[in-house]
């Protein structure tokens, strides 16, 4: 069973962001809502990850409000009123003693409470208010969000009102993770290891790309993770070099090799894997001979994790040990023939998001936790090779925190042959 986090962690989240606020200053985040999947079957609900982030709460429809004003700091977590009805349908709504031992929250107000609250923030600013909000937009069509339209509607009512990302502030502290963020992943971690070897010890030719993705899946549930992540990537031949392949619905012949891109989550922490294995046991020699450069380019990236380095140097170190191999096997002539071969970066910032929010120019810094992942695609071969780790950055260099999840061509070969 997933322990929560100790209350103090959100506490001091939150002390942190207040402390960048200005005067007059409100931040507001919402945690999301049930979406309808069809008619009055609903997807299951996660967390908007900034919300979570500053409370430990992952229950929809709630409202956390942080305001300050000459100094002083106010937060509210505005809550569903208990409705005894719909509590034998659905289950009870969040209880203020819950929202308490989860965040350390002390003041709570109902949500058919919070606009008018949110009133008196503004009537107090007196035509100075700031609003902060979580304004973050991945694509163009992406479906509108509580924030960007309560927003708008702020906005037409106090036309003195100034509106802000918050996204900055929650990144810059985000990208840092604490002791217990850390232990977080880890834990994630060791039940991506425990998931695979149970793959590796089922796996044989003929092989279903989903029954190998069964096997994953009682791994997880069975250490109580019912959310992914992100969709397991379980690829067999050609289909390793589709980068994020995910239908895992074709047949794992002898001789191919099978991708593996998952991870477990822990408390919404991701963990982050790649490993790539024969499904029959053995390598061939020409799989070896990519295989081993693949190996390469990840063990010299990760050596030149340090602090003050960043992902675009660390994907340099990645690029040419793969264009010293790929002129030394002779599939290409010429570097600039790379990319034909090798084309994604080598790293991102790992946390509650997989693909972190982060800064990808900026230099790493101790307790910043990445992903090493170099790849190679060759399509013409049907071979598709990632080898990925999760690197937690520290004061002396790099401590890999995936390192007892095997990777040595020997040691999968063993694993793949040790059937249960």
């Known amino acids: 069973m997933t322990i929560t986090m100790n209350p103090k962690e959100f506490i001091n989240r939150r002390q942190s962001l207040a402390e960048k606020m200005p005067d007059h200053s409100a931040l507001v985040l919402f945690s999301g809502v049930v979406k309808t999947r069809s008619h009055d079957d609903k997807y299951p609900f996660s967390p908007n990850r900034n919300f979570y982030y500053l409370t430990g709460i992952a229950r929809s429809n709630l409202?956390?409000?942080?305001?300050?004003s000459a100094g002083t700091v106010t937060e509210t977590l505005f809550l569903q009123r208990p409705n005894e009805f719909e509590a034998k349908w659905t289950g009870a709504v969040l209880s203020e003693q819950e929202a308490k031992e989860q965040s350390g929250i002390e003041h709570f107000d109902y949500l058919?409470?919070?606009l008018e609250s949110f009133g008196t923030f503004m009537r107090r600013c007196e035509g100075?208010?700031?609003?902060?909000?979580?304004?973050?937009?991945?694509?163009?069509?992406?479906?509108r969000t509580p924030a960007e339209t309560f927003a708008e509607d702020a906005q037409m009512k106090y036309r003195t009102l100034q509106i802000h990302d918050a996204g900055p502030w929650l990144k810059e502290l985000r990208m840092v993770k604490s002791a217990a963020e850390i232990e977080e992943i880890r834990r994630a971690i060791a039940i991506t290891d425990e998931a695979i070897r149970r793959m590796w010890s089922h796996a044989r030719p003929g092989i279903m790309e989903y029954e190998l993705e069964a096997h994953y899946d009682f791994t997880l549930k069975s250490h109580g993770v019912r959310e992914l992540p992100y969709l397991p990537i379980i690829a067999s031949g050609i289909n390793a070099t589709v980068l994020h392949y995910e239908a895992n619905n074709q047949r794992a012949e002898d001789g191919d090799l099978v991708l593996l891109d998952l991870g477990a989550a822990s408390n919404y922490y991701s963990a982050d894997i790649s490993r790539t294995f024969p499904v029959n046991g053995r390598f061939t020699e020409r799989q070896k001979e990519i295989y081993q450069?693949?190996?390469?380019?990840?063990?010299?990236?990760?050596?030149?994790?340090?602090?003050g380095v960043t992902l675009q140097d660390l994907n340099e170190v990645t690029k040419q040990v793969f264009t010293d191999g790929l002129l030394r096997l002779g599939l290409i002539q010429e570097s600039s023939e790379l990319?034909?071969?090798?084309?994604?970066?080598?790293?991102?910032?790992?946390g509650l998001d997989t693909h972190d929010i982060s800064d990808y120019t900026a230099a790493i810094q101790p307790g910043m936790v990445i992903t090493i992942e170099p790849g190679l695609y060759i399509e013409e071969e049907a071979i598709g090779i990632r080898i990925e780790d999760n690197?937690?950055?520290t004061a002396e260099g790099?401590?890999?925190?995936?390192?007892q999840i095997p990777k040595e061509i020997e040691a999968v070969e063993w694993l793949i042959g040790k059937k249960e």
């Open 112 to 114: 058919d409470e919070w």
């Open 339 to 350: 990319s034909k071969y090798y084309y994604h970066s080598v790293s991102h910032h790992l």
């Open 63 to 68: 409202i956390l409000m942080i305001t300050k």
């Open 391 to 393: 690197v937690l950055v």
């Open 128 to 143: 100075k208010g700031l609003l902060y909000l979580d304004l973050y937009r991945y694509l163009w069509n992406d479906e």
């Open 398 to 403: 790099y401590e890999v925190l995936s390192s």
């Open 293 to 307: 450069l693949v190996l390469e380019a990840e063990i010299k990236t990760i050596e030149a994790v340090k602090p």
